[in-house]
């Protein structure tokens, strides 16, 4: 069995590609610096099932030769969308960087990879409680809860996002003044969408919230542990045939979108 965690030379995608090496998997890791990867290889002991590759996920054309790479060989049982940022400030080039990463990265590795993935794969995204649409409008919640909501659909309102805080309008249309909230909610969204696609008895999407871990991100006063955060990622990434479709889990529990 083959599993991807992007953003996993440290934090949470390096202990999911630990615990998925510990069930058996063979696991490529990613890291946008070469010596990012190569070190948490070492980290994890040189092992053999293990192999790092380059990938920024906010780049189309790292995307697109990372899917290259990965173009030979056995198909991929688990993709864990792992790779994430959270910029400081808040105007439109944060908007649109925040997006471009947690977002769009997550979908851009997911197309690019789809002739890749084995019929009963798990695609698994990285989510956060942040996310949850009781921060949005009642109105904008509705859109982005519409069961026809495609992937273009779902761009058409991260769009209307980066233009909106660029013109100040943010609020007026229901938005939260948080980039990384709405990056999450959109990556939701893209995952209801993603499902439908997918449909039933083969393959699986579904989000993940780990909690606030200790991670760099997350800082040292996170009260969970990293081994705590991976645990429903790692469920998630390993669900067989009859597991859920197009769900948002935390503790392998579903909670509110």
Same mark, same amino acid.
């Given at each position: 069995?083959?599993a991807?965690?992007?953003?996993?030379n440290?934090?949470?995608?390096?202990?999911?590609?630990?615990?998925l090496?510990?069930l058996?998997y063979?696991v490529?890791?990613t890291?946008?610096?070469?010596? %990012?990867?190569?070190?948490?290889?070492?980290?994890?002991? =040189?092992?053999?099932?293990?192999?790092?590759?380059?990938?920024?996920?906010?780049n189309?054309?790292?995307?697109?030769?990372f899917?290259?790479?990965?173009? %030979?060989?056995?198909?991929?049982d688990?993709?864990v969308?792992?790779? =994430?940022?959270s910029f400081?400030?808040f105007?439109?080039?944060? %908007?649109?960087?925040?997006l471009?990463?947690?977002?769009?990265? %997550?979908?851009?590795?997911?197309?690019?990879l789809?002739p890749?993935?084995a019929?009963?794969a798990?695609?698994?995204?990285?989510?956060?409680?942040?996310?949850?649409?009781? =921060?949005?409008?009642p109105?904008?919640?509705?859109?982005l809860?519409?069961?026809d909501l495609d992937?273009d659909g779902?761009?058409?309102?991260a769009r209307?996002?980066?233009?909106?805080v660029?013109?100040?309008?943010?609020?007026?249309?229901?938005?939260?003044?948080?980039?990384?909230?709405?990056?999450k909610?959109?990556?939701n969204?893209?995952t209801?969408?993603?499902?439908?696609?997918?449909?039933?008895?083969?393959?699986?999407?579904?989000?993940?919230?780990?909690?606030?871990?200790?991670?760099?991100?997350?800082?040292g006063?996170?009260?969970?542990?990293?081994?705590?955060?991976?645990?429903g990622?790692?469920?998630?990434?390993?669900?067989?045939?009859?597991g859920?479709? =197009?769900?948002?889990?935390?503790?392998?529990?579903?909670?509110?979108?």
């Amino acid at each position: 069995m083959l599993a991807v965690v992007t953003g996993a030379n440290r934090g949470l995608g390096f202990q999911v590609s630990r615990d998925l090496l510990a069930l058996g998997y063979d696991v490529v890791l990613t890291a946008r610096e070469q010596t %990012a990867g190569q070190q948490a290889l070492r980290e994890l002991g =040189g092992s053999k099932h293990a192999r790092s590759l380059v990938l920024d996920v906010s780049n189309a054309d790292s995307v697109a030769q990372f899917a290259r790479e990965l173009s %030979a060989g056995p198909l991929i049982d688990a993709l864990v969308n792992n790779a =994430g940022a959270s910029f400081d400030g808040f105007d439109e080039n944060v %908007a649109a960087r925040t997006l471009d990463t947690n977002y769009r990265g %997550a979908v851009r590795v997911t197309r690019a990879l789809l002739p890749r993935l084995a019929p009963a794969a798990n695609v698994v995204m990285v989510s956060s409680g942040m996310g949850e649409l009781s =921060g949005f409008s009642p109105a904008l919640a509705k859109r982005l809860l519409e069961t026809d909501l495609d992937a273009d659909g779902v761009e058409s309102i991260a769009r209307e996002f980066v233009e909106a805080v660029g013109q100040g309008q943010h609020r007026k249309l229901g938005f939260p003044q948080n980039a990384y909230s709405v990056s999450k909610a959109l990556l939701n969204a893209f995952t209801r969408a993603l499902a439908r696609e997918f449909g039933e008895g083969g393959r699986r999407v579904n989000a993940v919230c780990p909690g606030w871990v200790r991670t760099r991100m997350g800082g040292g006063a996170a009260p969970r542990s990293l081994e705590q955060g991976s645990r429903g990622i790692t469920w998630a990434a390993t669900l067989g045939a009859d597991g859920p479709n =197009g769900g948002f889990f935390r503790d392998m529990r579903a909670i509110p979108w």
